[in-house]
């Protein structure tokens, strides 16, 4: 009997044990029955199965291999009913999983998961009512276990757990300046924006100054303590959907101005930011989009980012005359900070149309030409308009589409050409009408125009796919051009090779269209080993066509 009721022991929770085991000292102080009907709960299998569900519930984001991916199921399974109601017709497989997401037992199943991974498991209590005098403050004391995440002050910063502190400016006192969403505290619920801090581990912090508090939590070991006084009008932090694409480079150890370092989230030009708060007006809250379960960081918000431009732009134009003549060709009203995007799913027999933006020599039209003869009639470009007068040998229609300067000039005013532009004294450009009947057609319309002509085609009708085609450095460019005996496309006779002058030219122009433009490119591609790089370019037109892919959001609306 003995070891019956050991092995039914061993499968207790411990503090479901540490519970059984205080009734006994309880026994000779409360009434006998209500000993044996509390034991008899305690001991119960059905009890014990919900601790230990409870249990390892609990344990879901502390583990990582048990952390969710996101907190949101339910609602992404509503944007992919959405979007396959409108295709079942296209597919069996399609109607197929239609019809089994409005499944209630598979919803079910997906609102559980949300619940445990935005921990909505435990029990809302009600809020035990005080009677109080008017001039008695409300004390909270809240206890947080230390881990590997920032709470600063001005002067320094320590990984505790996930806020960051500062003095009050009227008041003197040490209060709560933010809190970092995914963070301890954020996770907790229980500390806010504005609380005053009166107490860390039993220290009183009067008349001390953020270095000191984080002075004594650089000392705690284990379970923090924190005594609070509650701000007015205490509102949970609710996650902004806003995503935006980074227009810039940021690494907070270089920013002297970020109030806490360890806080900061660094990226780079290119990368999608969830921006989970905007309410500072200097410095929001991100976390990478790649990076859904993790703690958010400290990101410069768009006005701050913008005065920083402004304000180096000023600089250089004032100490360097060239910098002055690079940023007279930039447009003034278009300072690369954040776009904000959002997902554009590919639609059926309507492809994006593909622009190839490059330096004049880097082999941008050689990669047209061959990436239309792998498919004719998939592959198609506009043939473009000119003033010029016909060479020997061209075929009107064929290479060009010649008119006159006065019928062009016309059509420009009359808003004809989606690009155009002027070289050697000639017009040249590419008709809307031709690019629309080249997409209605159900064939994907390959551009390669001048990189000035990127704003007029990063339109919502045209929603374009735009690559850089790179040249690679100077040494391999010379060598795979000298290798493959190109020919200068700076000579209109088409009869010499590129020069050395020329090379380090085509190097530059491409520095220069992505110090501009770089920031509006989907892909980049070096234009070393050509077949190399036409099967890059072929890959990247396959992204396009089947994967949703980041645009502003503006498509999409």
């Avoid at 308009?385 to 064929?398: L, Q, S």
Wanted: hydrophobic fraction near 35%; charge should be negative.
């Amino acid at each position: 009997m003995t070891a019956v009721v050991m092995a039914k022991n061993s499968n207790w929770d411990p503090a479901v044990s540490k519970l059984i085991s205080s009734l006994k000292e309880a026994e000779s102080l409360s009434d006998a029955q209500e000993i044996e009907f509390l034991r008899s709960l305690l001991e119960s299998k059905e009890l014990n199965a919900l601790v230990n569900v409870h249990s390892k519930v609990a344990k879901v984001g502390k583990d990582d291999r048990l952390a969710p991916l996101l907190s949101t199921s339910m609602q992404v399974l509503f944007e992919v009913l959405e979007l396959l109601s409108t295709r079942c017709h296209l597919s069996p497989v399609c109607k197929e999983a239609f019809h089994l997401f409005q499944n209630p037992h598979f919803q079910s199943l997906l609102c559980a998961h949300d619940a445990i991974a935005q921990k909505d498991f435990y029990p809302h209590l009600p809020e035990i009512p005080m009677e109080m005098d008017e001039d008695e403050e409300t004390i909270k004391i809240v206890q947080l276990v230390k881990s590997n995440e920032p709470l600063a002050g001005a002067q320094s910063a320590e990984p505790i757990v996930g806020a960051t502190i500062k003095t009050d400016e009227e008041t003197g006192k040490i209060v709560i300046a933010r809190i970092m969403h995914g963070g301890a505290a954020d996770r907790s619920g229980l500390i806010h924006v504005g609380d005053e801090v009166i107490e860390v581990n039993g220290i009183n912090v009067e008349g001390k100054t953020p270095g000191d508090v984080l002075s004594i939590l650089q000392n705690s070991e284990g379970t923090i303590t924190f005594k609070l006084v509650p701000s007015d009008g205490k509102m949970g932090q609710r996650e902004s959907k806003v995503r935006v694409r980074a227009h810039f480079d940021y690494n907070p150890e270089n920013d002297p101005y970020i109030p806490c370092k360890e806080a900061g989230l660094a990226f780079e030009r290119g990368d999608i930011l969830h921006i989970v708060s905007q309410d500072d007006a200097y410095w929001w809250q991100a976390r990478k989009e790649s990076e859904r379960t993790a703690r958010a960081g400290l990101i410069p918000s768009r006005a701050l980012q913008e005065r920083r431009i402004i304000h180096e732009r000023t600089q250089k134009e004032a100490n360097n005359q060239d910098a002055k003549t690079e940023n007279d060709d930039f447009d003034r009203e278009m300072i690369a900070t954040y776009e904000e995007v959002a997902k554009l799913y590919p639609r059926p027999g309507i492809y994006r149309p593909i622009v190839l933006i490059g330096a004049p020599g880097v082999g941008r039209n050689e990669l047209k030409r061959r990436l239309s003869a792998r498919d004719p009639e998939k592959f198609r470009s506009p043939v473009p308009y000119t003033t010029r007068p016909i060479r020997h040998g061209e075929v009107p229609g064929r290479e060009y589409i010649f008119v006159s300067r006065d019928k062009m000039e016309a059509d420009i005013a009359n808003a004809k050409f989606i690009e155009y532009g002027e070289y050697k004294g000639h017009l040249y450009g590419t008709s809307a009408e031709s690019v629309k009947s080249i997409i209605n057609a159900g064939c994907v319309c390959i551009l390669s125009p001048h990189y000035q002509a990127i704003k007029a085609l990063r339109t919502q009708q045209l929603k374009p796919f735009i690559i850089h085609i790179k040249p690679p450095e100077f040494d391999i460019l010379k060598e795979t051009r000298t290798q493959s005996r190109a020919k200068s496309t700076f000579d209109e006779n088409n009869s010499r090779e590129f020069t050395d002058e020329e090379f380090q030219d085509m190097i530059k122009s491409a520095e220069r269209i992505d110090f501009l433009y770089g920031h509006f490119f989907d892909e980049e591609i070096i234009n070393g080993e050509l077949a190399t790089a036409l099967d890059k370019l072929v890959n990247s037109v396959q992204r396009a066509e089947s994967e949703p892919l980041w645009v502003p959001v503006s498509w999409v609306q």
